[in-house]
């Protein structure tokens, strides 16, 4: 193994999984594992519109960052309550409009004759080739995102469990949502430039559904569900590096073997459980 | 009782062209205990949740604690509402996260601690002696989606109790209990009262559910206020007859109300 090569790579798949993993505890937990989706392919349709005036590289960031957080906020400021509409069906529909944005700017490249390659990068990513300064900026969302999950750590438990009881108790509710979807749309676009589209919403799901298998409470969540995120990206990569076989394929089957793993430690705890209480009945 | 808790003054709410909640004048005391009734569909979770901000009326201007809750914004409304607790009709589901009961009881005092502020030792302490209070210290480590409705019930009530409200909105608040608990939380609204001069708005089916000290009762039909006034000048057997048909009337023991069906005792 290329230690030189692979050591980035390495890195940038622990911190892609610990702030997808940490990301995906909230997502899943308010069970809106769309907005993941949704939001990803807001700043795939950035990015390429930004690509289709010129910008190239890590530059391509700013357009991507912009649509995420536009749509992201839009979502946040939008009361299902007072449309009438749940908040899935919401990002349904935001969603599909992203989408055919993003193939709309696809379709104007062979237009205008420009090589479309490096934002079709973005629907599969290359983590495989990520640097140094890709894993620097991907540490920076993340500790924006760990300094956010602690500040309003309180507010977020309160959300999680409800928006409308959390409003109801004082909970300045809209605002903390609001800047959620904002550190969201960070996270997820920065780590959708390494990982892809398709990626990012195994790695916000599975570890976050597999952390709620095998243990209780918001804390203990979000950290077991950040640890099997980052298990997910290493041992996927280190599987990859092993084998030759493509990254991103591995890392989603390790992190859906985790939550299969999970069902199955939970179901046999149970089952041990109640056979000690038969046992002492 | 001192000044008005609640004053509505031409209170309309409107929803798809029809008029859900219609109430003239309202006030209700610092200190008092009102309890509202009606059929399905008369409006009183619509007037609750107008307290609250959580709809806005039509029409007409609602105060609470002195506040003209229409008009306040975002942070004012905050304000407002860690001082007025709100237990809801339909139990929150709560989300895939396994929130434990201790959690989810703690929410009451997430508002009042504060942004940037984490929750105190006295925060706590009040949140597990309500746990205790109602009989759930062994489920608080428990994730609250595997709780039983009543055990939900009862968390949610926790969760209102430990705000410290001024004033407690109660929509139906024992539905899903068994009768023990529902005389045990008839029980504590009323020690509630006596002892820290809370104001309770109080929605309910169940006469049995208005504590003993009820100082009046409000009668809602198809968003109009049809009576008001203490227990004995409302709760006749005509009205009883006129708000839930044929069949049943109206006791009163030791100061509290109940339905049965005719033949079953009578008005004393």
Request: net charge positive; hydrophobic share 50%.
């Amino acid at each position: 193994m290329d230690w030189l090569f692979w050591a980035p790579v390495m890195c940038a798949g622990v911190v892609t999984g610990a702030s997808t993993g940490l990301l995906g505890g909230y997502i899943v937990g308010m069970r809106i594992p769309f907005l993941g989706i949704c939001v990803a392919h807001a700043a795939l349709a950035g990015a390429v519109f930004g690509a289709l005036c010129g910008l190239t590289g890590p530059s391509l960031l700013v357009p991507a960052l912009a649509a995420a957080s536009i749509s992201a906020v839009a979502v946040g400021l939008v009361d299902p309550q007072t449309v009438r509409m749940d908040l899935n069906v919401m990002l349904g529909i935001l969603f599909s409009l992203m989408m055919g944005l993003a193939f709309l700017g696809l379709g104007l490249f062979s237009v205008y004759g420009v090589s479309d390659n490096e934002v079709r990068n973005l629907l599969w990513g290359s983590l495989a080739f990520c640097r140094w300064r890709d894993v620097w900026i991907m540490v920076a969302s993340a500790a924006a995102e760990l300094i956010f999950v602690v500040v309003f750590y309180k507010e977020m438990r309160a959300i999680l469990f409800s928006r409308t009881h959390a409003a109801a108790a004082g909970v300045h509710a809209t605002l903390v949502w609001t800047l959620f979807l904002l550190v969201a749309s960070l996270v997820l676009t920065v780590n959708f430039q390494t990982v892809g589209g398709l990626m990012i919403y195994s790695l916000l799901a599975n570890p976050a559904v597999a952390a709620s298998q095998l243990v209780r409470g918001c804390g203990r969540t979000l950290v077991v569900s950040a640890a099997l995120g980052a298990a997910s990206g290493l041992g996927g990569l280190w599987i990859s590096a092993a084998t030759d076989l493509p990254t991103g394929a591995v890392i989603v089957i390790v992190s859906s073997l985790l939550v299969v793993l999970a069902i199955a430690w939970k179901r046999a705890w149970k089952r041990g459980e109640s056979h000690v209480s038969g046992e002492g009945a | 009782m001192s000044a008005a808790a609640i004053e509505i003054d031409g209170l309309s709410v409107t929803r798809g062209g029809r008029t859900i909640l219609a109430v003239e004048r309202l006030a209700v005391d610092a200190g008092e205990v009102l309890g509202v009734l009606g059929p399905n569909g008369a409006g009183k979770t619509t007037l609750l949740k107008c307290a609250t901000g959580m709809i806005r009326p039509s029409s007409g201007s609602i105060r609470v604690l002195g506040h003209p809750v229409g008009r306040l914004g975002p942070i004012g409304l905050a304000r407002l509402r860690r001082r007025v607790a709100l237990l809801a009709q339909i139990l929150a589901p709560g989300g895939e996260m396994p929130l434990t009961l201790r959690e989810v009881v703690s929410i009451g005092r997430t508002g009042r601690a504060g942004l940037l502020r984490p929750l105190s030792r006295h925060d706590w302490r009040l949140v597990d002696q309500w746990i205790e209070h109602l009989g759930l210290r062994e489920l608080a480590r428990q994730p609250y989606g595997l709780l039983s409705g009543g055990e939900q019930r009862k968390a949610l009530l926790a969760m209102a109790m430990v705000q410290e409200p001024e004033i407690l909105l109660l929509d139906e608040p024992t539905a899903n209990l068994d009768a023990y608990w529902r005389e045990q939380i008839v029980a504590t609204l009323g020690d509630l009262h006596r002892k820290g001069n809370l104001t309770i708005v109080l929605v309910c089916h169940d006469l049995e559910t208005l504590p003993a000290g009820t100082h009046r009762v409000l009668v809602l039909r198809a968003g109009r206020v049809v009576a008001q006034g203490t227990g004995a000048e409302v709760l006749t057997h005509e009205r009883i007859e006129d708000l839930y048909g044929p069949g049943l009337t109206v006791l009163r023991r030791e100061g509290r109300w109940l339905l049965a069906p005719h033949g079953a005792g009578g008005c004393r």
